[in-house]
């Protein structure tokens, strides 16, 4: 069984301004035709919004893509140490928003992904914290 053709609203909105057109109808002051036209015309507008909409998102979608994919093949450890001192603490200030450190561990919050629990050992560090006067004393 064949499904009934059912136009879209926009081809909707074009049909009956071409059906208004061809019977004259714009001429008239008749306050439905007008009022018909008006949401003709509104309708018409929403959906060229809902359309560069799309193609504002499609586009950024793309550059995105384009920034993963070179992200993904970039040699971080290359750059890294490439890198001067003022350049990598560019990169850190970029990629970081914040540290906080606790006893057992260190939270750390990427730019854009949620936090993450980094234990001290990760990272070469040792548990605890000491506090040690002039000379070595507490």
Not at 30 to 56: K, M, S, Y
Not at 57 to 85: G, N, Y
Request: charged content about 30%; aromatic content about 4%; hydrophobic content about 40%.
């Amino acid at each position: 069984m064949t499904r009934p053709f059912v136009p879209s609203p926009a081809a909707r909105c074009a049909l009956i301004a071409v059906l208004l057109a061809l019977s004259g109808c714009r001429q008239t002051a008749d306050p439905t035709l007008i009022r018909l036209n008006g949401r003709i015309e509104a309708v018409r507008r929403a959906h060229e919004e809902r359309e560069a909409e799309r193609t504002q998102l499609s586009e950024v979608a793309a550059k995105f893509e384009e920034v993963a994919r070179i992200l993904q093949e970039m040699d971080v450890d290359r750059l890294w140490d490439e890198a001067t001192d003022p350049e990598r603490r560019v990169i850190v200030e970029e990629l970081l928003e914040s540290v906080a450190m606790y006893p057992d561990h260190l939270e750390v919050t990427v730019s854009g992904v949620p936090r993450l629990n980094v234990t001290l050992e990760e990272v070469g560090l040792t548990g605890g914290w000491q506090f040690r006067g002039v000379g070595g004393g507490i």
